[in-house]
């Protein structure tokens, strides 16, 4: 090899060691520049040769609390350093502060401490490697301490600067409820259950690990001593309607949280002005129902729609009769679906005093549905939907037994159908909106059959475009419908697509799924690309037959005709 040639080769071994040299963070060794090994005194403390007590933190290293923000001298992590901040504040409340707040090792031994300022906020200027949680440790006695893993999020920077990461600590409310429950004599009451009106649910209890103290728990209830008397732990703030319940009496009164010496005297209300009763009733039999639970729900009208909240609940008597008492005056729906029923739900509009509402219940029946092609092999996914004599829906149980709107089939083409009421009900098997619905009429009163068949049959052409219809009456207005409109698509002889639509209080709602709402009377088709034949049957009117051409526009103003 030449002279130059090993010039060039020992120059970029030269640049390749240096570059290796700067990807590894060391200095690059030049002309009067060595590199020296570290002192034994610059070598960071093996996190074995500490030892820390765990509480109080006397012993370790304890960081200044942010007393507000950007104050002088105040103990922050700066943007840019590996220091932690956070705020600690109460489930649905506002920021606590003095809660005591601790960076913890792998053994939840105390590493750092620190407090919180009045505005619940804490800071540790660093981050120790062996640090692996956060441990909060209320200053009230008997709350838990509780250890919160490191869920680091993005830089950001907060209030007075601090914060490039950010954890947020929670904790259960503080307050207890305590009180005993009498009869009317005043004779204490034991096994009695009382229950509040707002529990507290622990968000996130999965994650935490309780060191000392009580663990957190759902508080929806508490059961009377012997002595009659009740504990309700961790009570959000704010005002409680508890009720006590000792077989079929009941009571109630309103507090206020953290109040201790409630008395609550059965067959006493003081909770509200309102008392719901009333009897439940086999609508064939005529019998009543026992033991049947029947729950009362605040409704709340608003612009985007109504709101529901459980507000109070009865289990009936040997005579089917129930009461909920001690509620505020407004609307409420009651509701019940015992073992063996369908659901029945009736609405009250109620002012102060006594309201009877009485609910006839029917028989629950169950069905199942096999869809089918019409070769008969099974269709997955399918939605299967109920609608009663009036074209409601009726709600199903669907998973967990949770009330829906439709069932979907398995992978063998089945929906199993329960708690449908015994009266004649029409079945729908769904595969799209705009896409012709299996149709089956069912009478499940006497001998309703246990298995039933729909066949859907698939769509012969590709419904390419989606075409809307505005119906009209005979005065050029808004159509005044009543009942059920049908709007189909012909290609030929070839049904392309079958959609219903009716009025749903103040609005007019289509499709087999009923997804889309109008507050003028609107059907749709679906349709392919060349023209095709739309028939529109309106309950009062005249049969509308037009052809859609591939380009008219949507949407297409339809006047009926009586």
């Known amino acids: 090899m030449t002279r130059p040639r090993l010039l060039v080769a020992f120059a970029a071994i030269l640049v390749a060691f240096g570059l290796w040299l700067l990807l590894r963070g060391e200095p690059v060794p030049g002309p009067g520049r060595t590199t020296a090994a570290p002192s034994v005194a610059e070598l960071p403390e093996p996190a074995s040769a500490r030892t820390i007590e765990s509480a109080p933190p006397t012993p370790i290293e304890r960081e200044a609390a942010p007393t507000q923000p950007g104050p002088a001298g105040a103990a922050k992590a700066q943007p840019g350093t590996n220091g ?86 929670w904790r259960p409310p503080t307050s207890t409820i305590s009180g005993s429950v009498v009869d009317d004599n005043g004779a204490a009451v034991a096994g009695a259950v009382v229950s509040t009106d707002r529990p507290y649910v622990p968000m996130g209890r999965s994650s935490w690990k309780v060191l000392d ?14 002595d009659g008397h ?109 073992d063996g029923y369908a659901q029945e739900t009736a609405r009250c509009e109620c002012d102060a005093g006594q309201h009877v509402v009485d609910m006839t219940l029917l028989p629950a029946r169950s069905v199942r549905v096999l869809v089918r092609t019409p070769d008969g092999k099974p269709i997955k996914g399918v939605s299967v939907l109920v609608r009663d004599g009036a074209g409601a829906t009726v709600q199903v149980p669907g998973h967990f037994d949770m009330l829906g709107n439709e069932v979907r089939t398995d992978a063998d083409g089945v929906a199993v159908l329960r708690r449908l009421p015994a009266a004649p009900l029409t079945v729908l098997a769904v595969r799209g909106d705009l896409i012709p619905a299996g ?52 290609d030929g002889d070839q049904l392309l697509s079958r959609v219903e639509g009716r009025r749903r209080g103040d609005k007019f709602v289509f499709g087999n799924d009923e997804h889309d709402d109008f507050r003028d009377p609107t059907i749709a088709v679906g349709a392919i690309a060349g023209a095709v034949r739309v028939e529109i049957e309106a309950h009062g009117y005249q049969t509308v037959t037009l052809t859609l051409e591939p380009d008219a526009n949507s949407p297409t103003r339809v006047t009926l005709q009586r």
């Open 84 to 169: 932690l901040s956070g705020v600690v504040k109460e489930i649905n409340g506002g920021a606590l502060a003095d809660i005591l707040v601790e960076l913890v090792d792998g053994d939840d031994a105390a590493l750092l401490a620190t407090t919180t300022d009045t505005n619940g906020r804490f800071a540790f200027e660093r981050e120790l490697p062996e640090a692996t949680a956060l441990v909060t440790r209320p200053a009230p006695a008997g709350l838990p301490r509780i250890r919160h893993p490191l869920a680091r999020k993005p830089a950001t920077v907060g209030p007075g600067g601090a914060g490039n990461f950010t954890i947020h600590v």
């Open 213 to 226: 103290g009580p663990e957190p728990r759902m508080s929806f209830e508490a059961t009377t001593d012997a």
């Open 230 to 338: 009740f504990e309700l732990p961790f009570m959000l703030r704010g005002q409680h309607l508890l009720r006590a319940e000792s077989g079929p009496r009941n009571g109630t009164v309103k507090v206020d949280a953290n109040e201790g010496g409630v008395v609550i005297r059965l067959g006493t209300h003081l909770g509200g002005a309102v008392v719901l009763s009333g009897q439940l009733t086999d609508r064939v039999s005529g019998a009543p129902i026992a033991g049947a639970r029947v729950w009362a729900q605040r409704v709340h009208e608003t612009e985007g729609g109504a709101s529901r909240i459980g507000v109070g609940q009865a289990t009936t008597d040997t005579q089917g009769r129930y009461e909920i008492a001690g509620l505020e005056p407004g609307s409420y729906l009651l509701g019940s679906m015992p």
């Open 439 to 490: 149709r089956l009429e069912l009478d499940l009163r006497g001998d309703a059959p246990s298995e039933v068949v729909i066949e859907l049959a698939k769509p012969a052409g590709r419904l390419t475009r989606n075409h809307y219809f505005l119906l009209l009456g005979p005065d050029g207005k808004p159509a005044e419908i009543e009942g059920t409109v049908v709007a189909s698509a012909y």
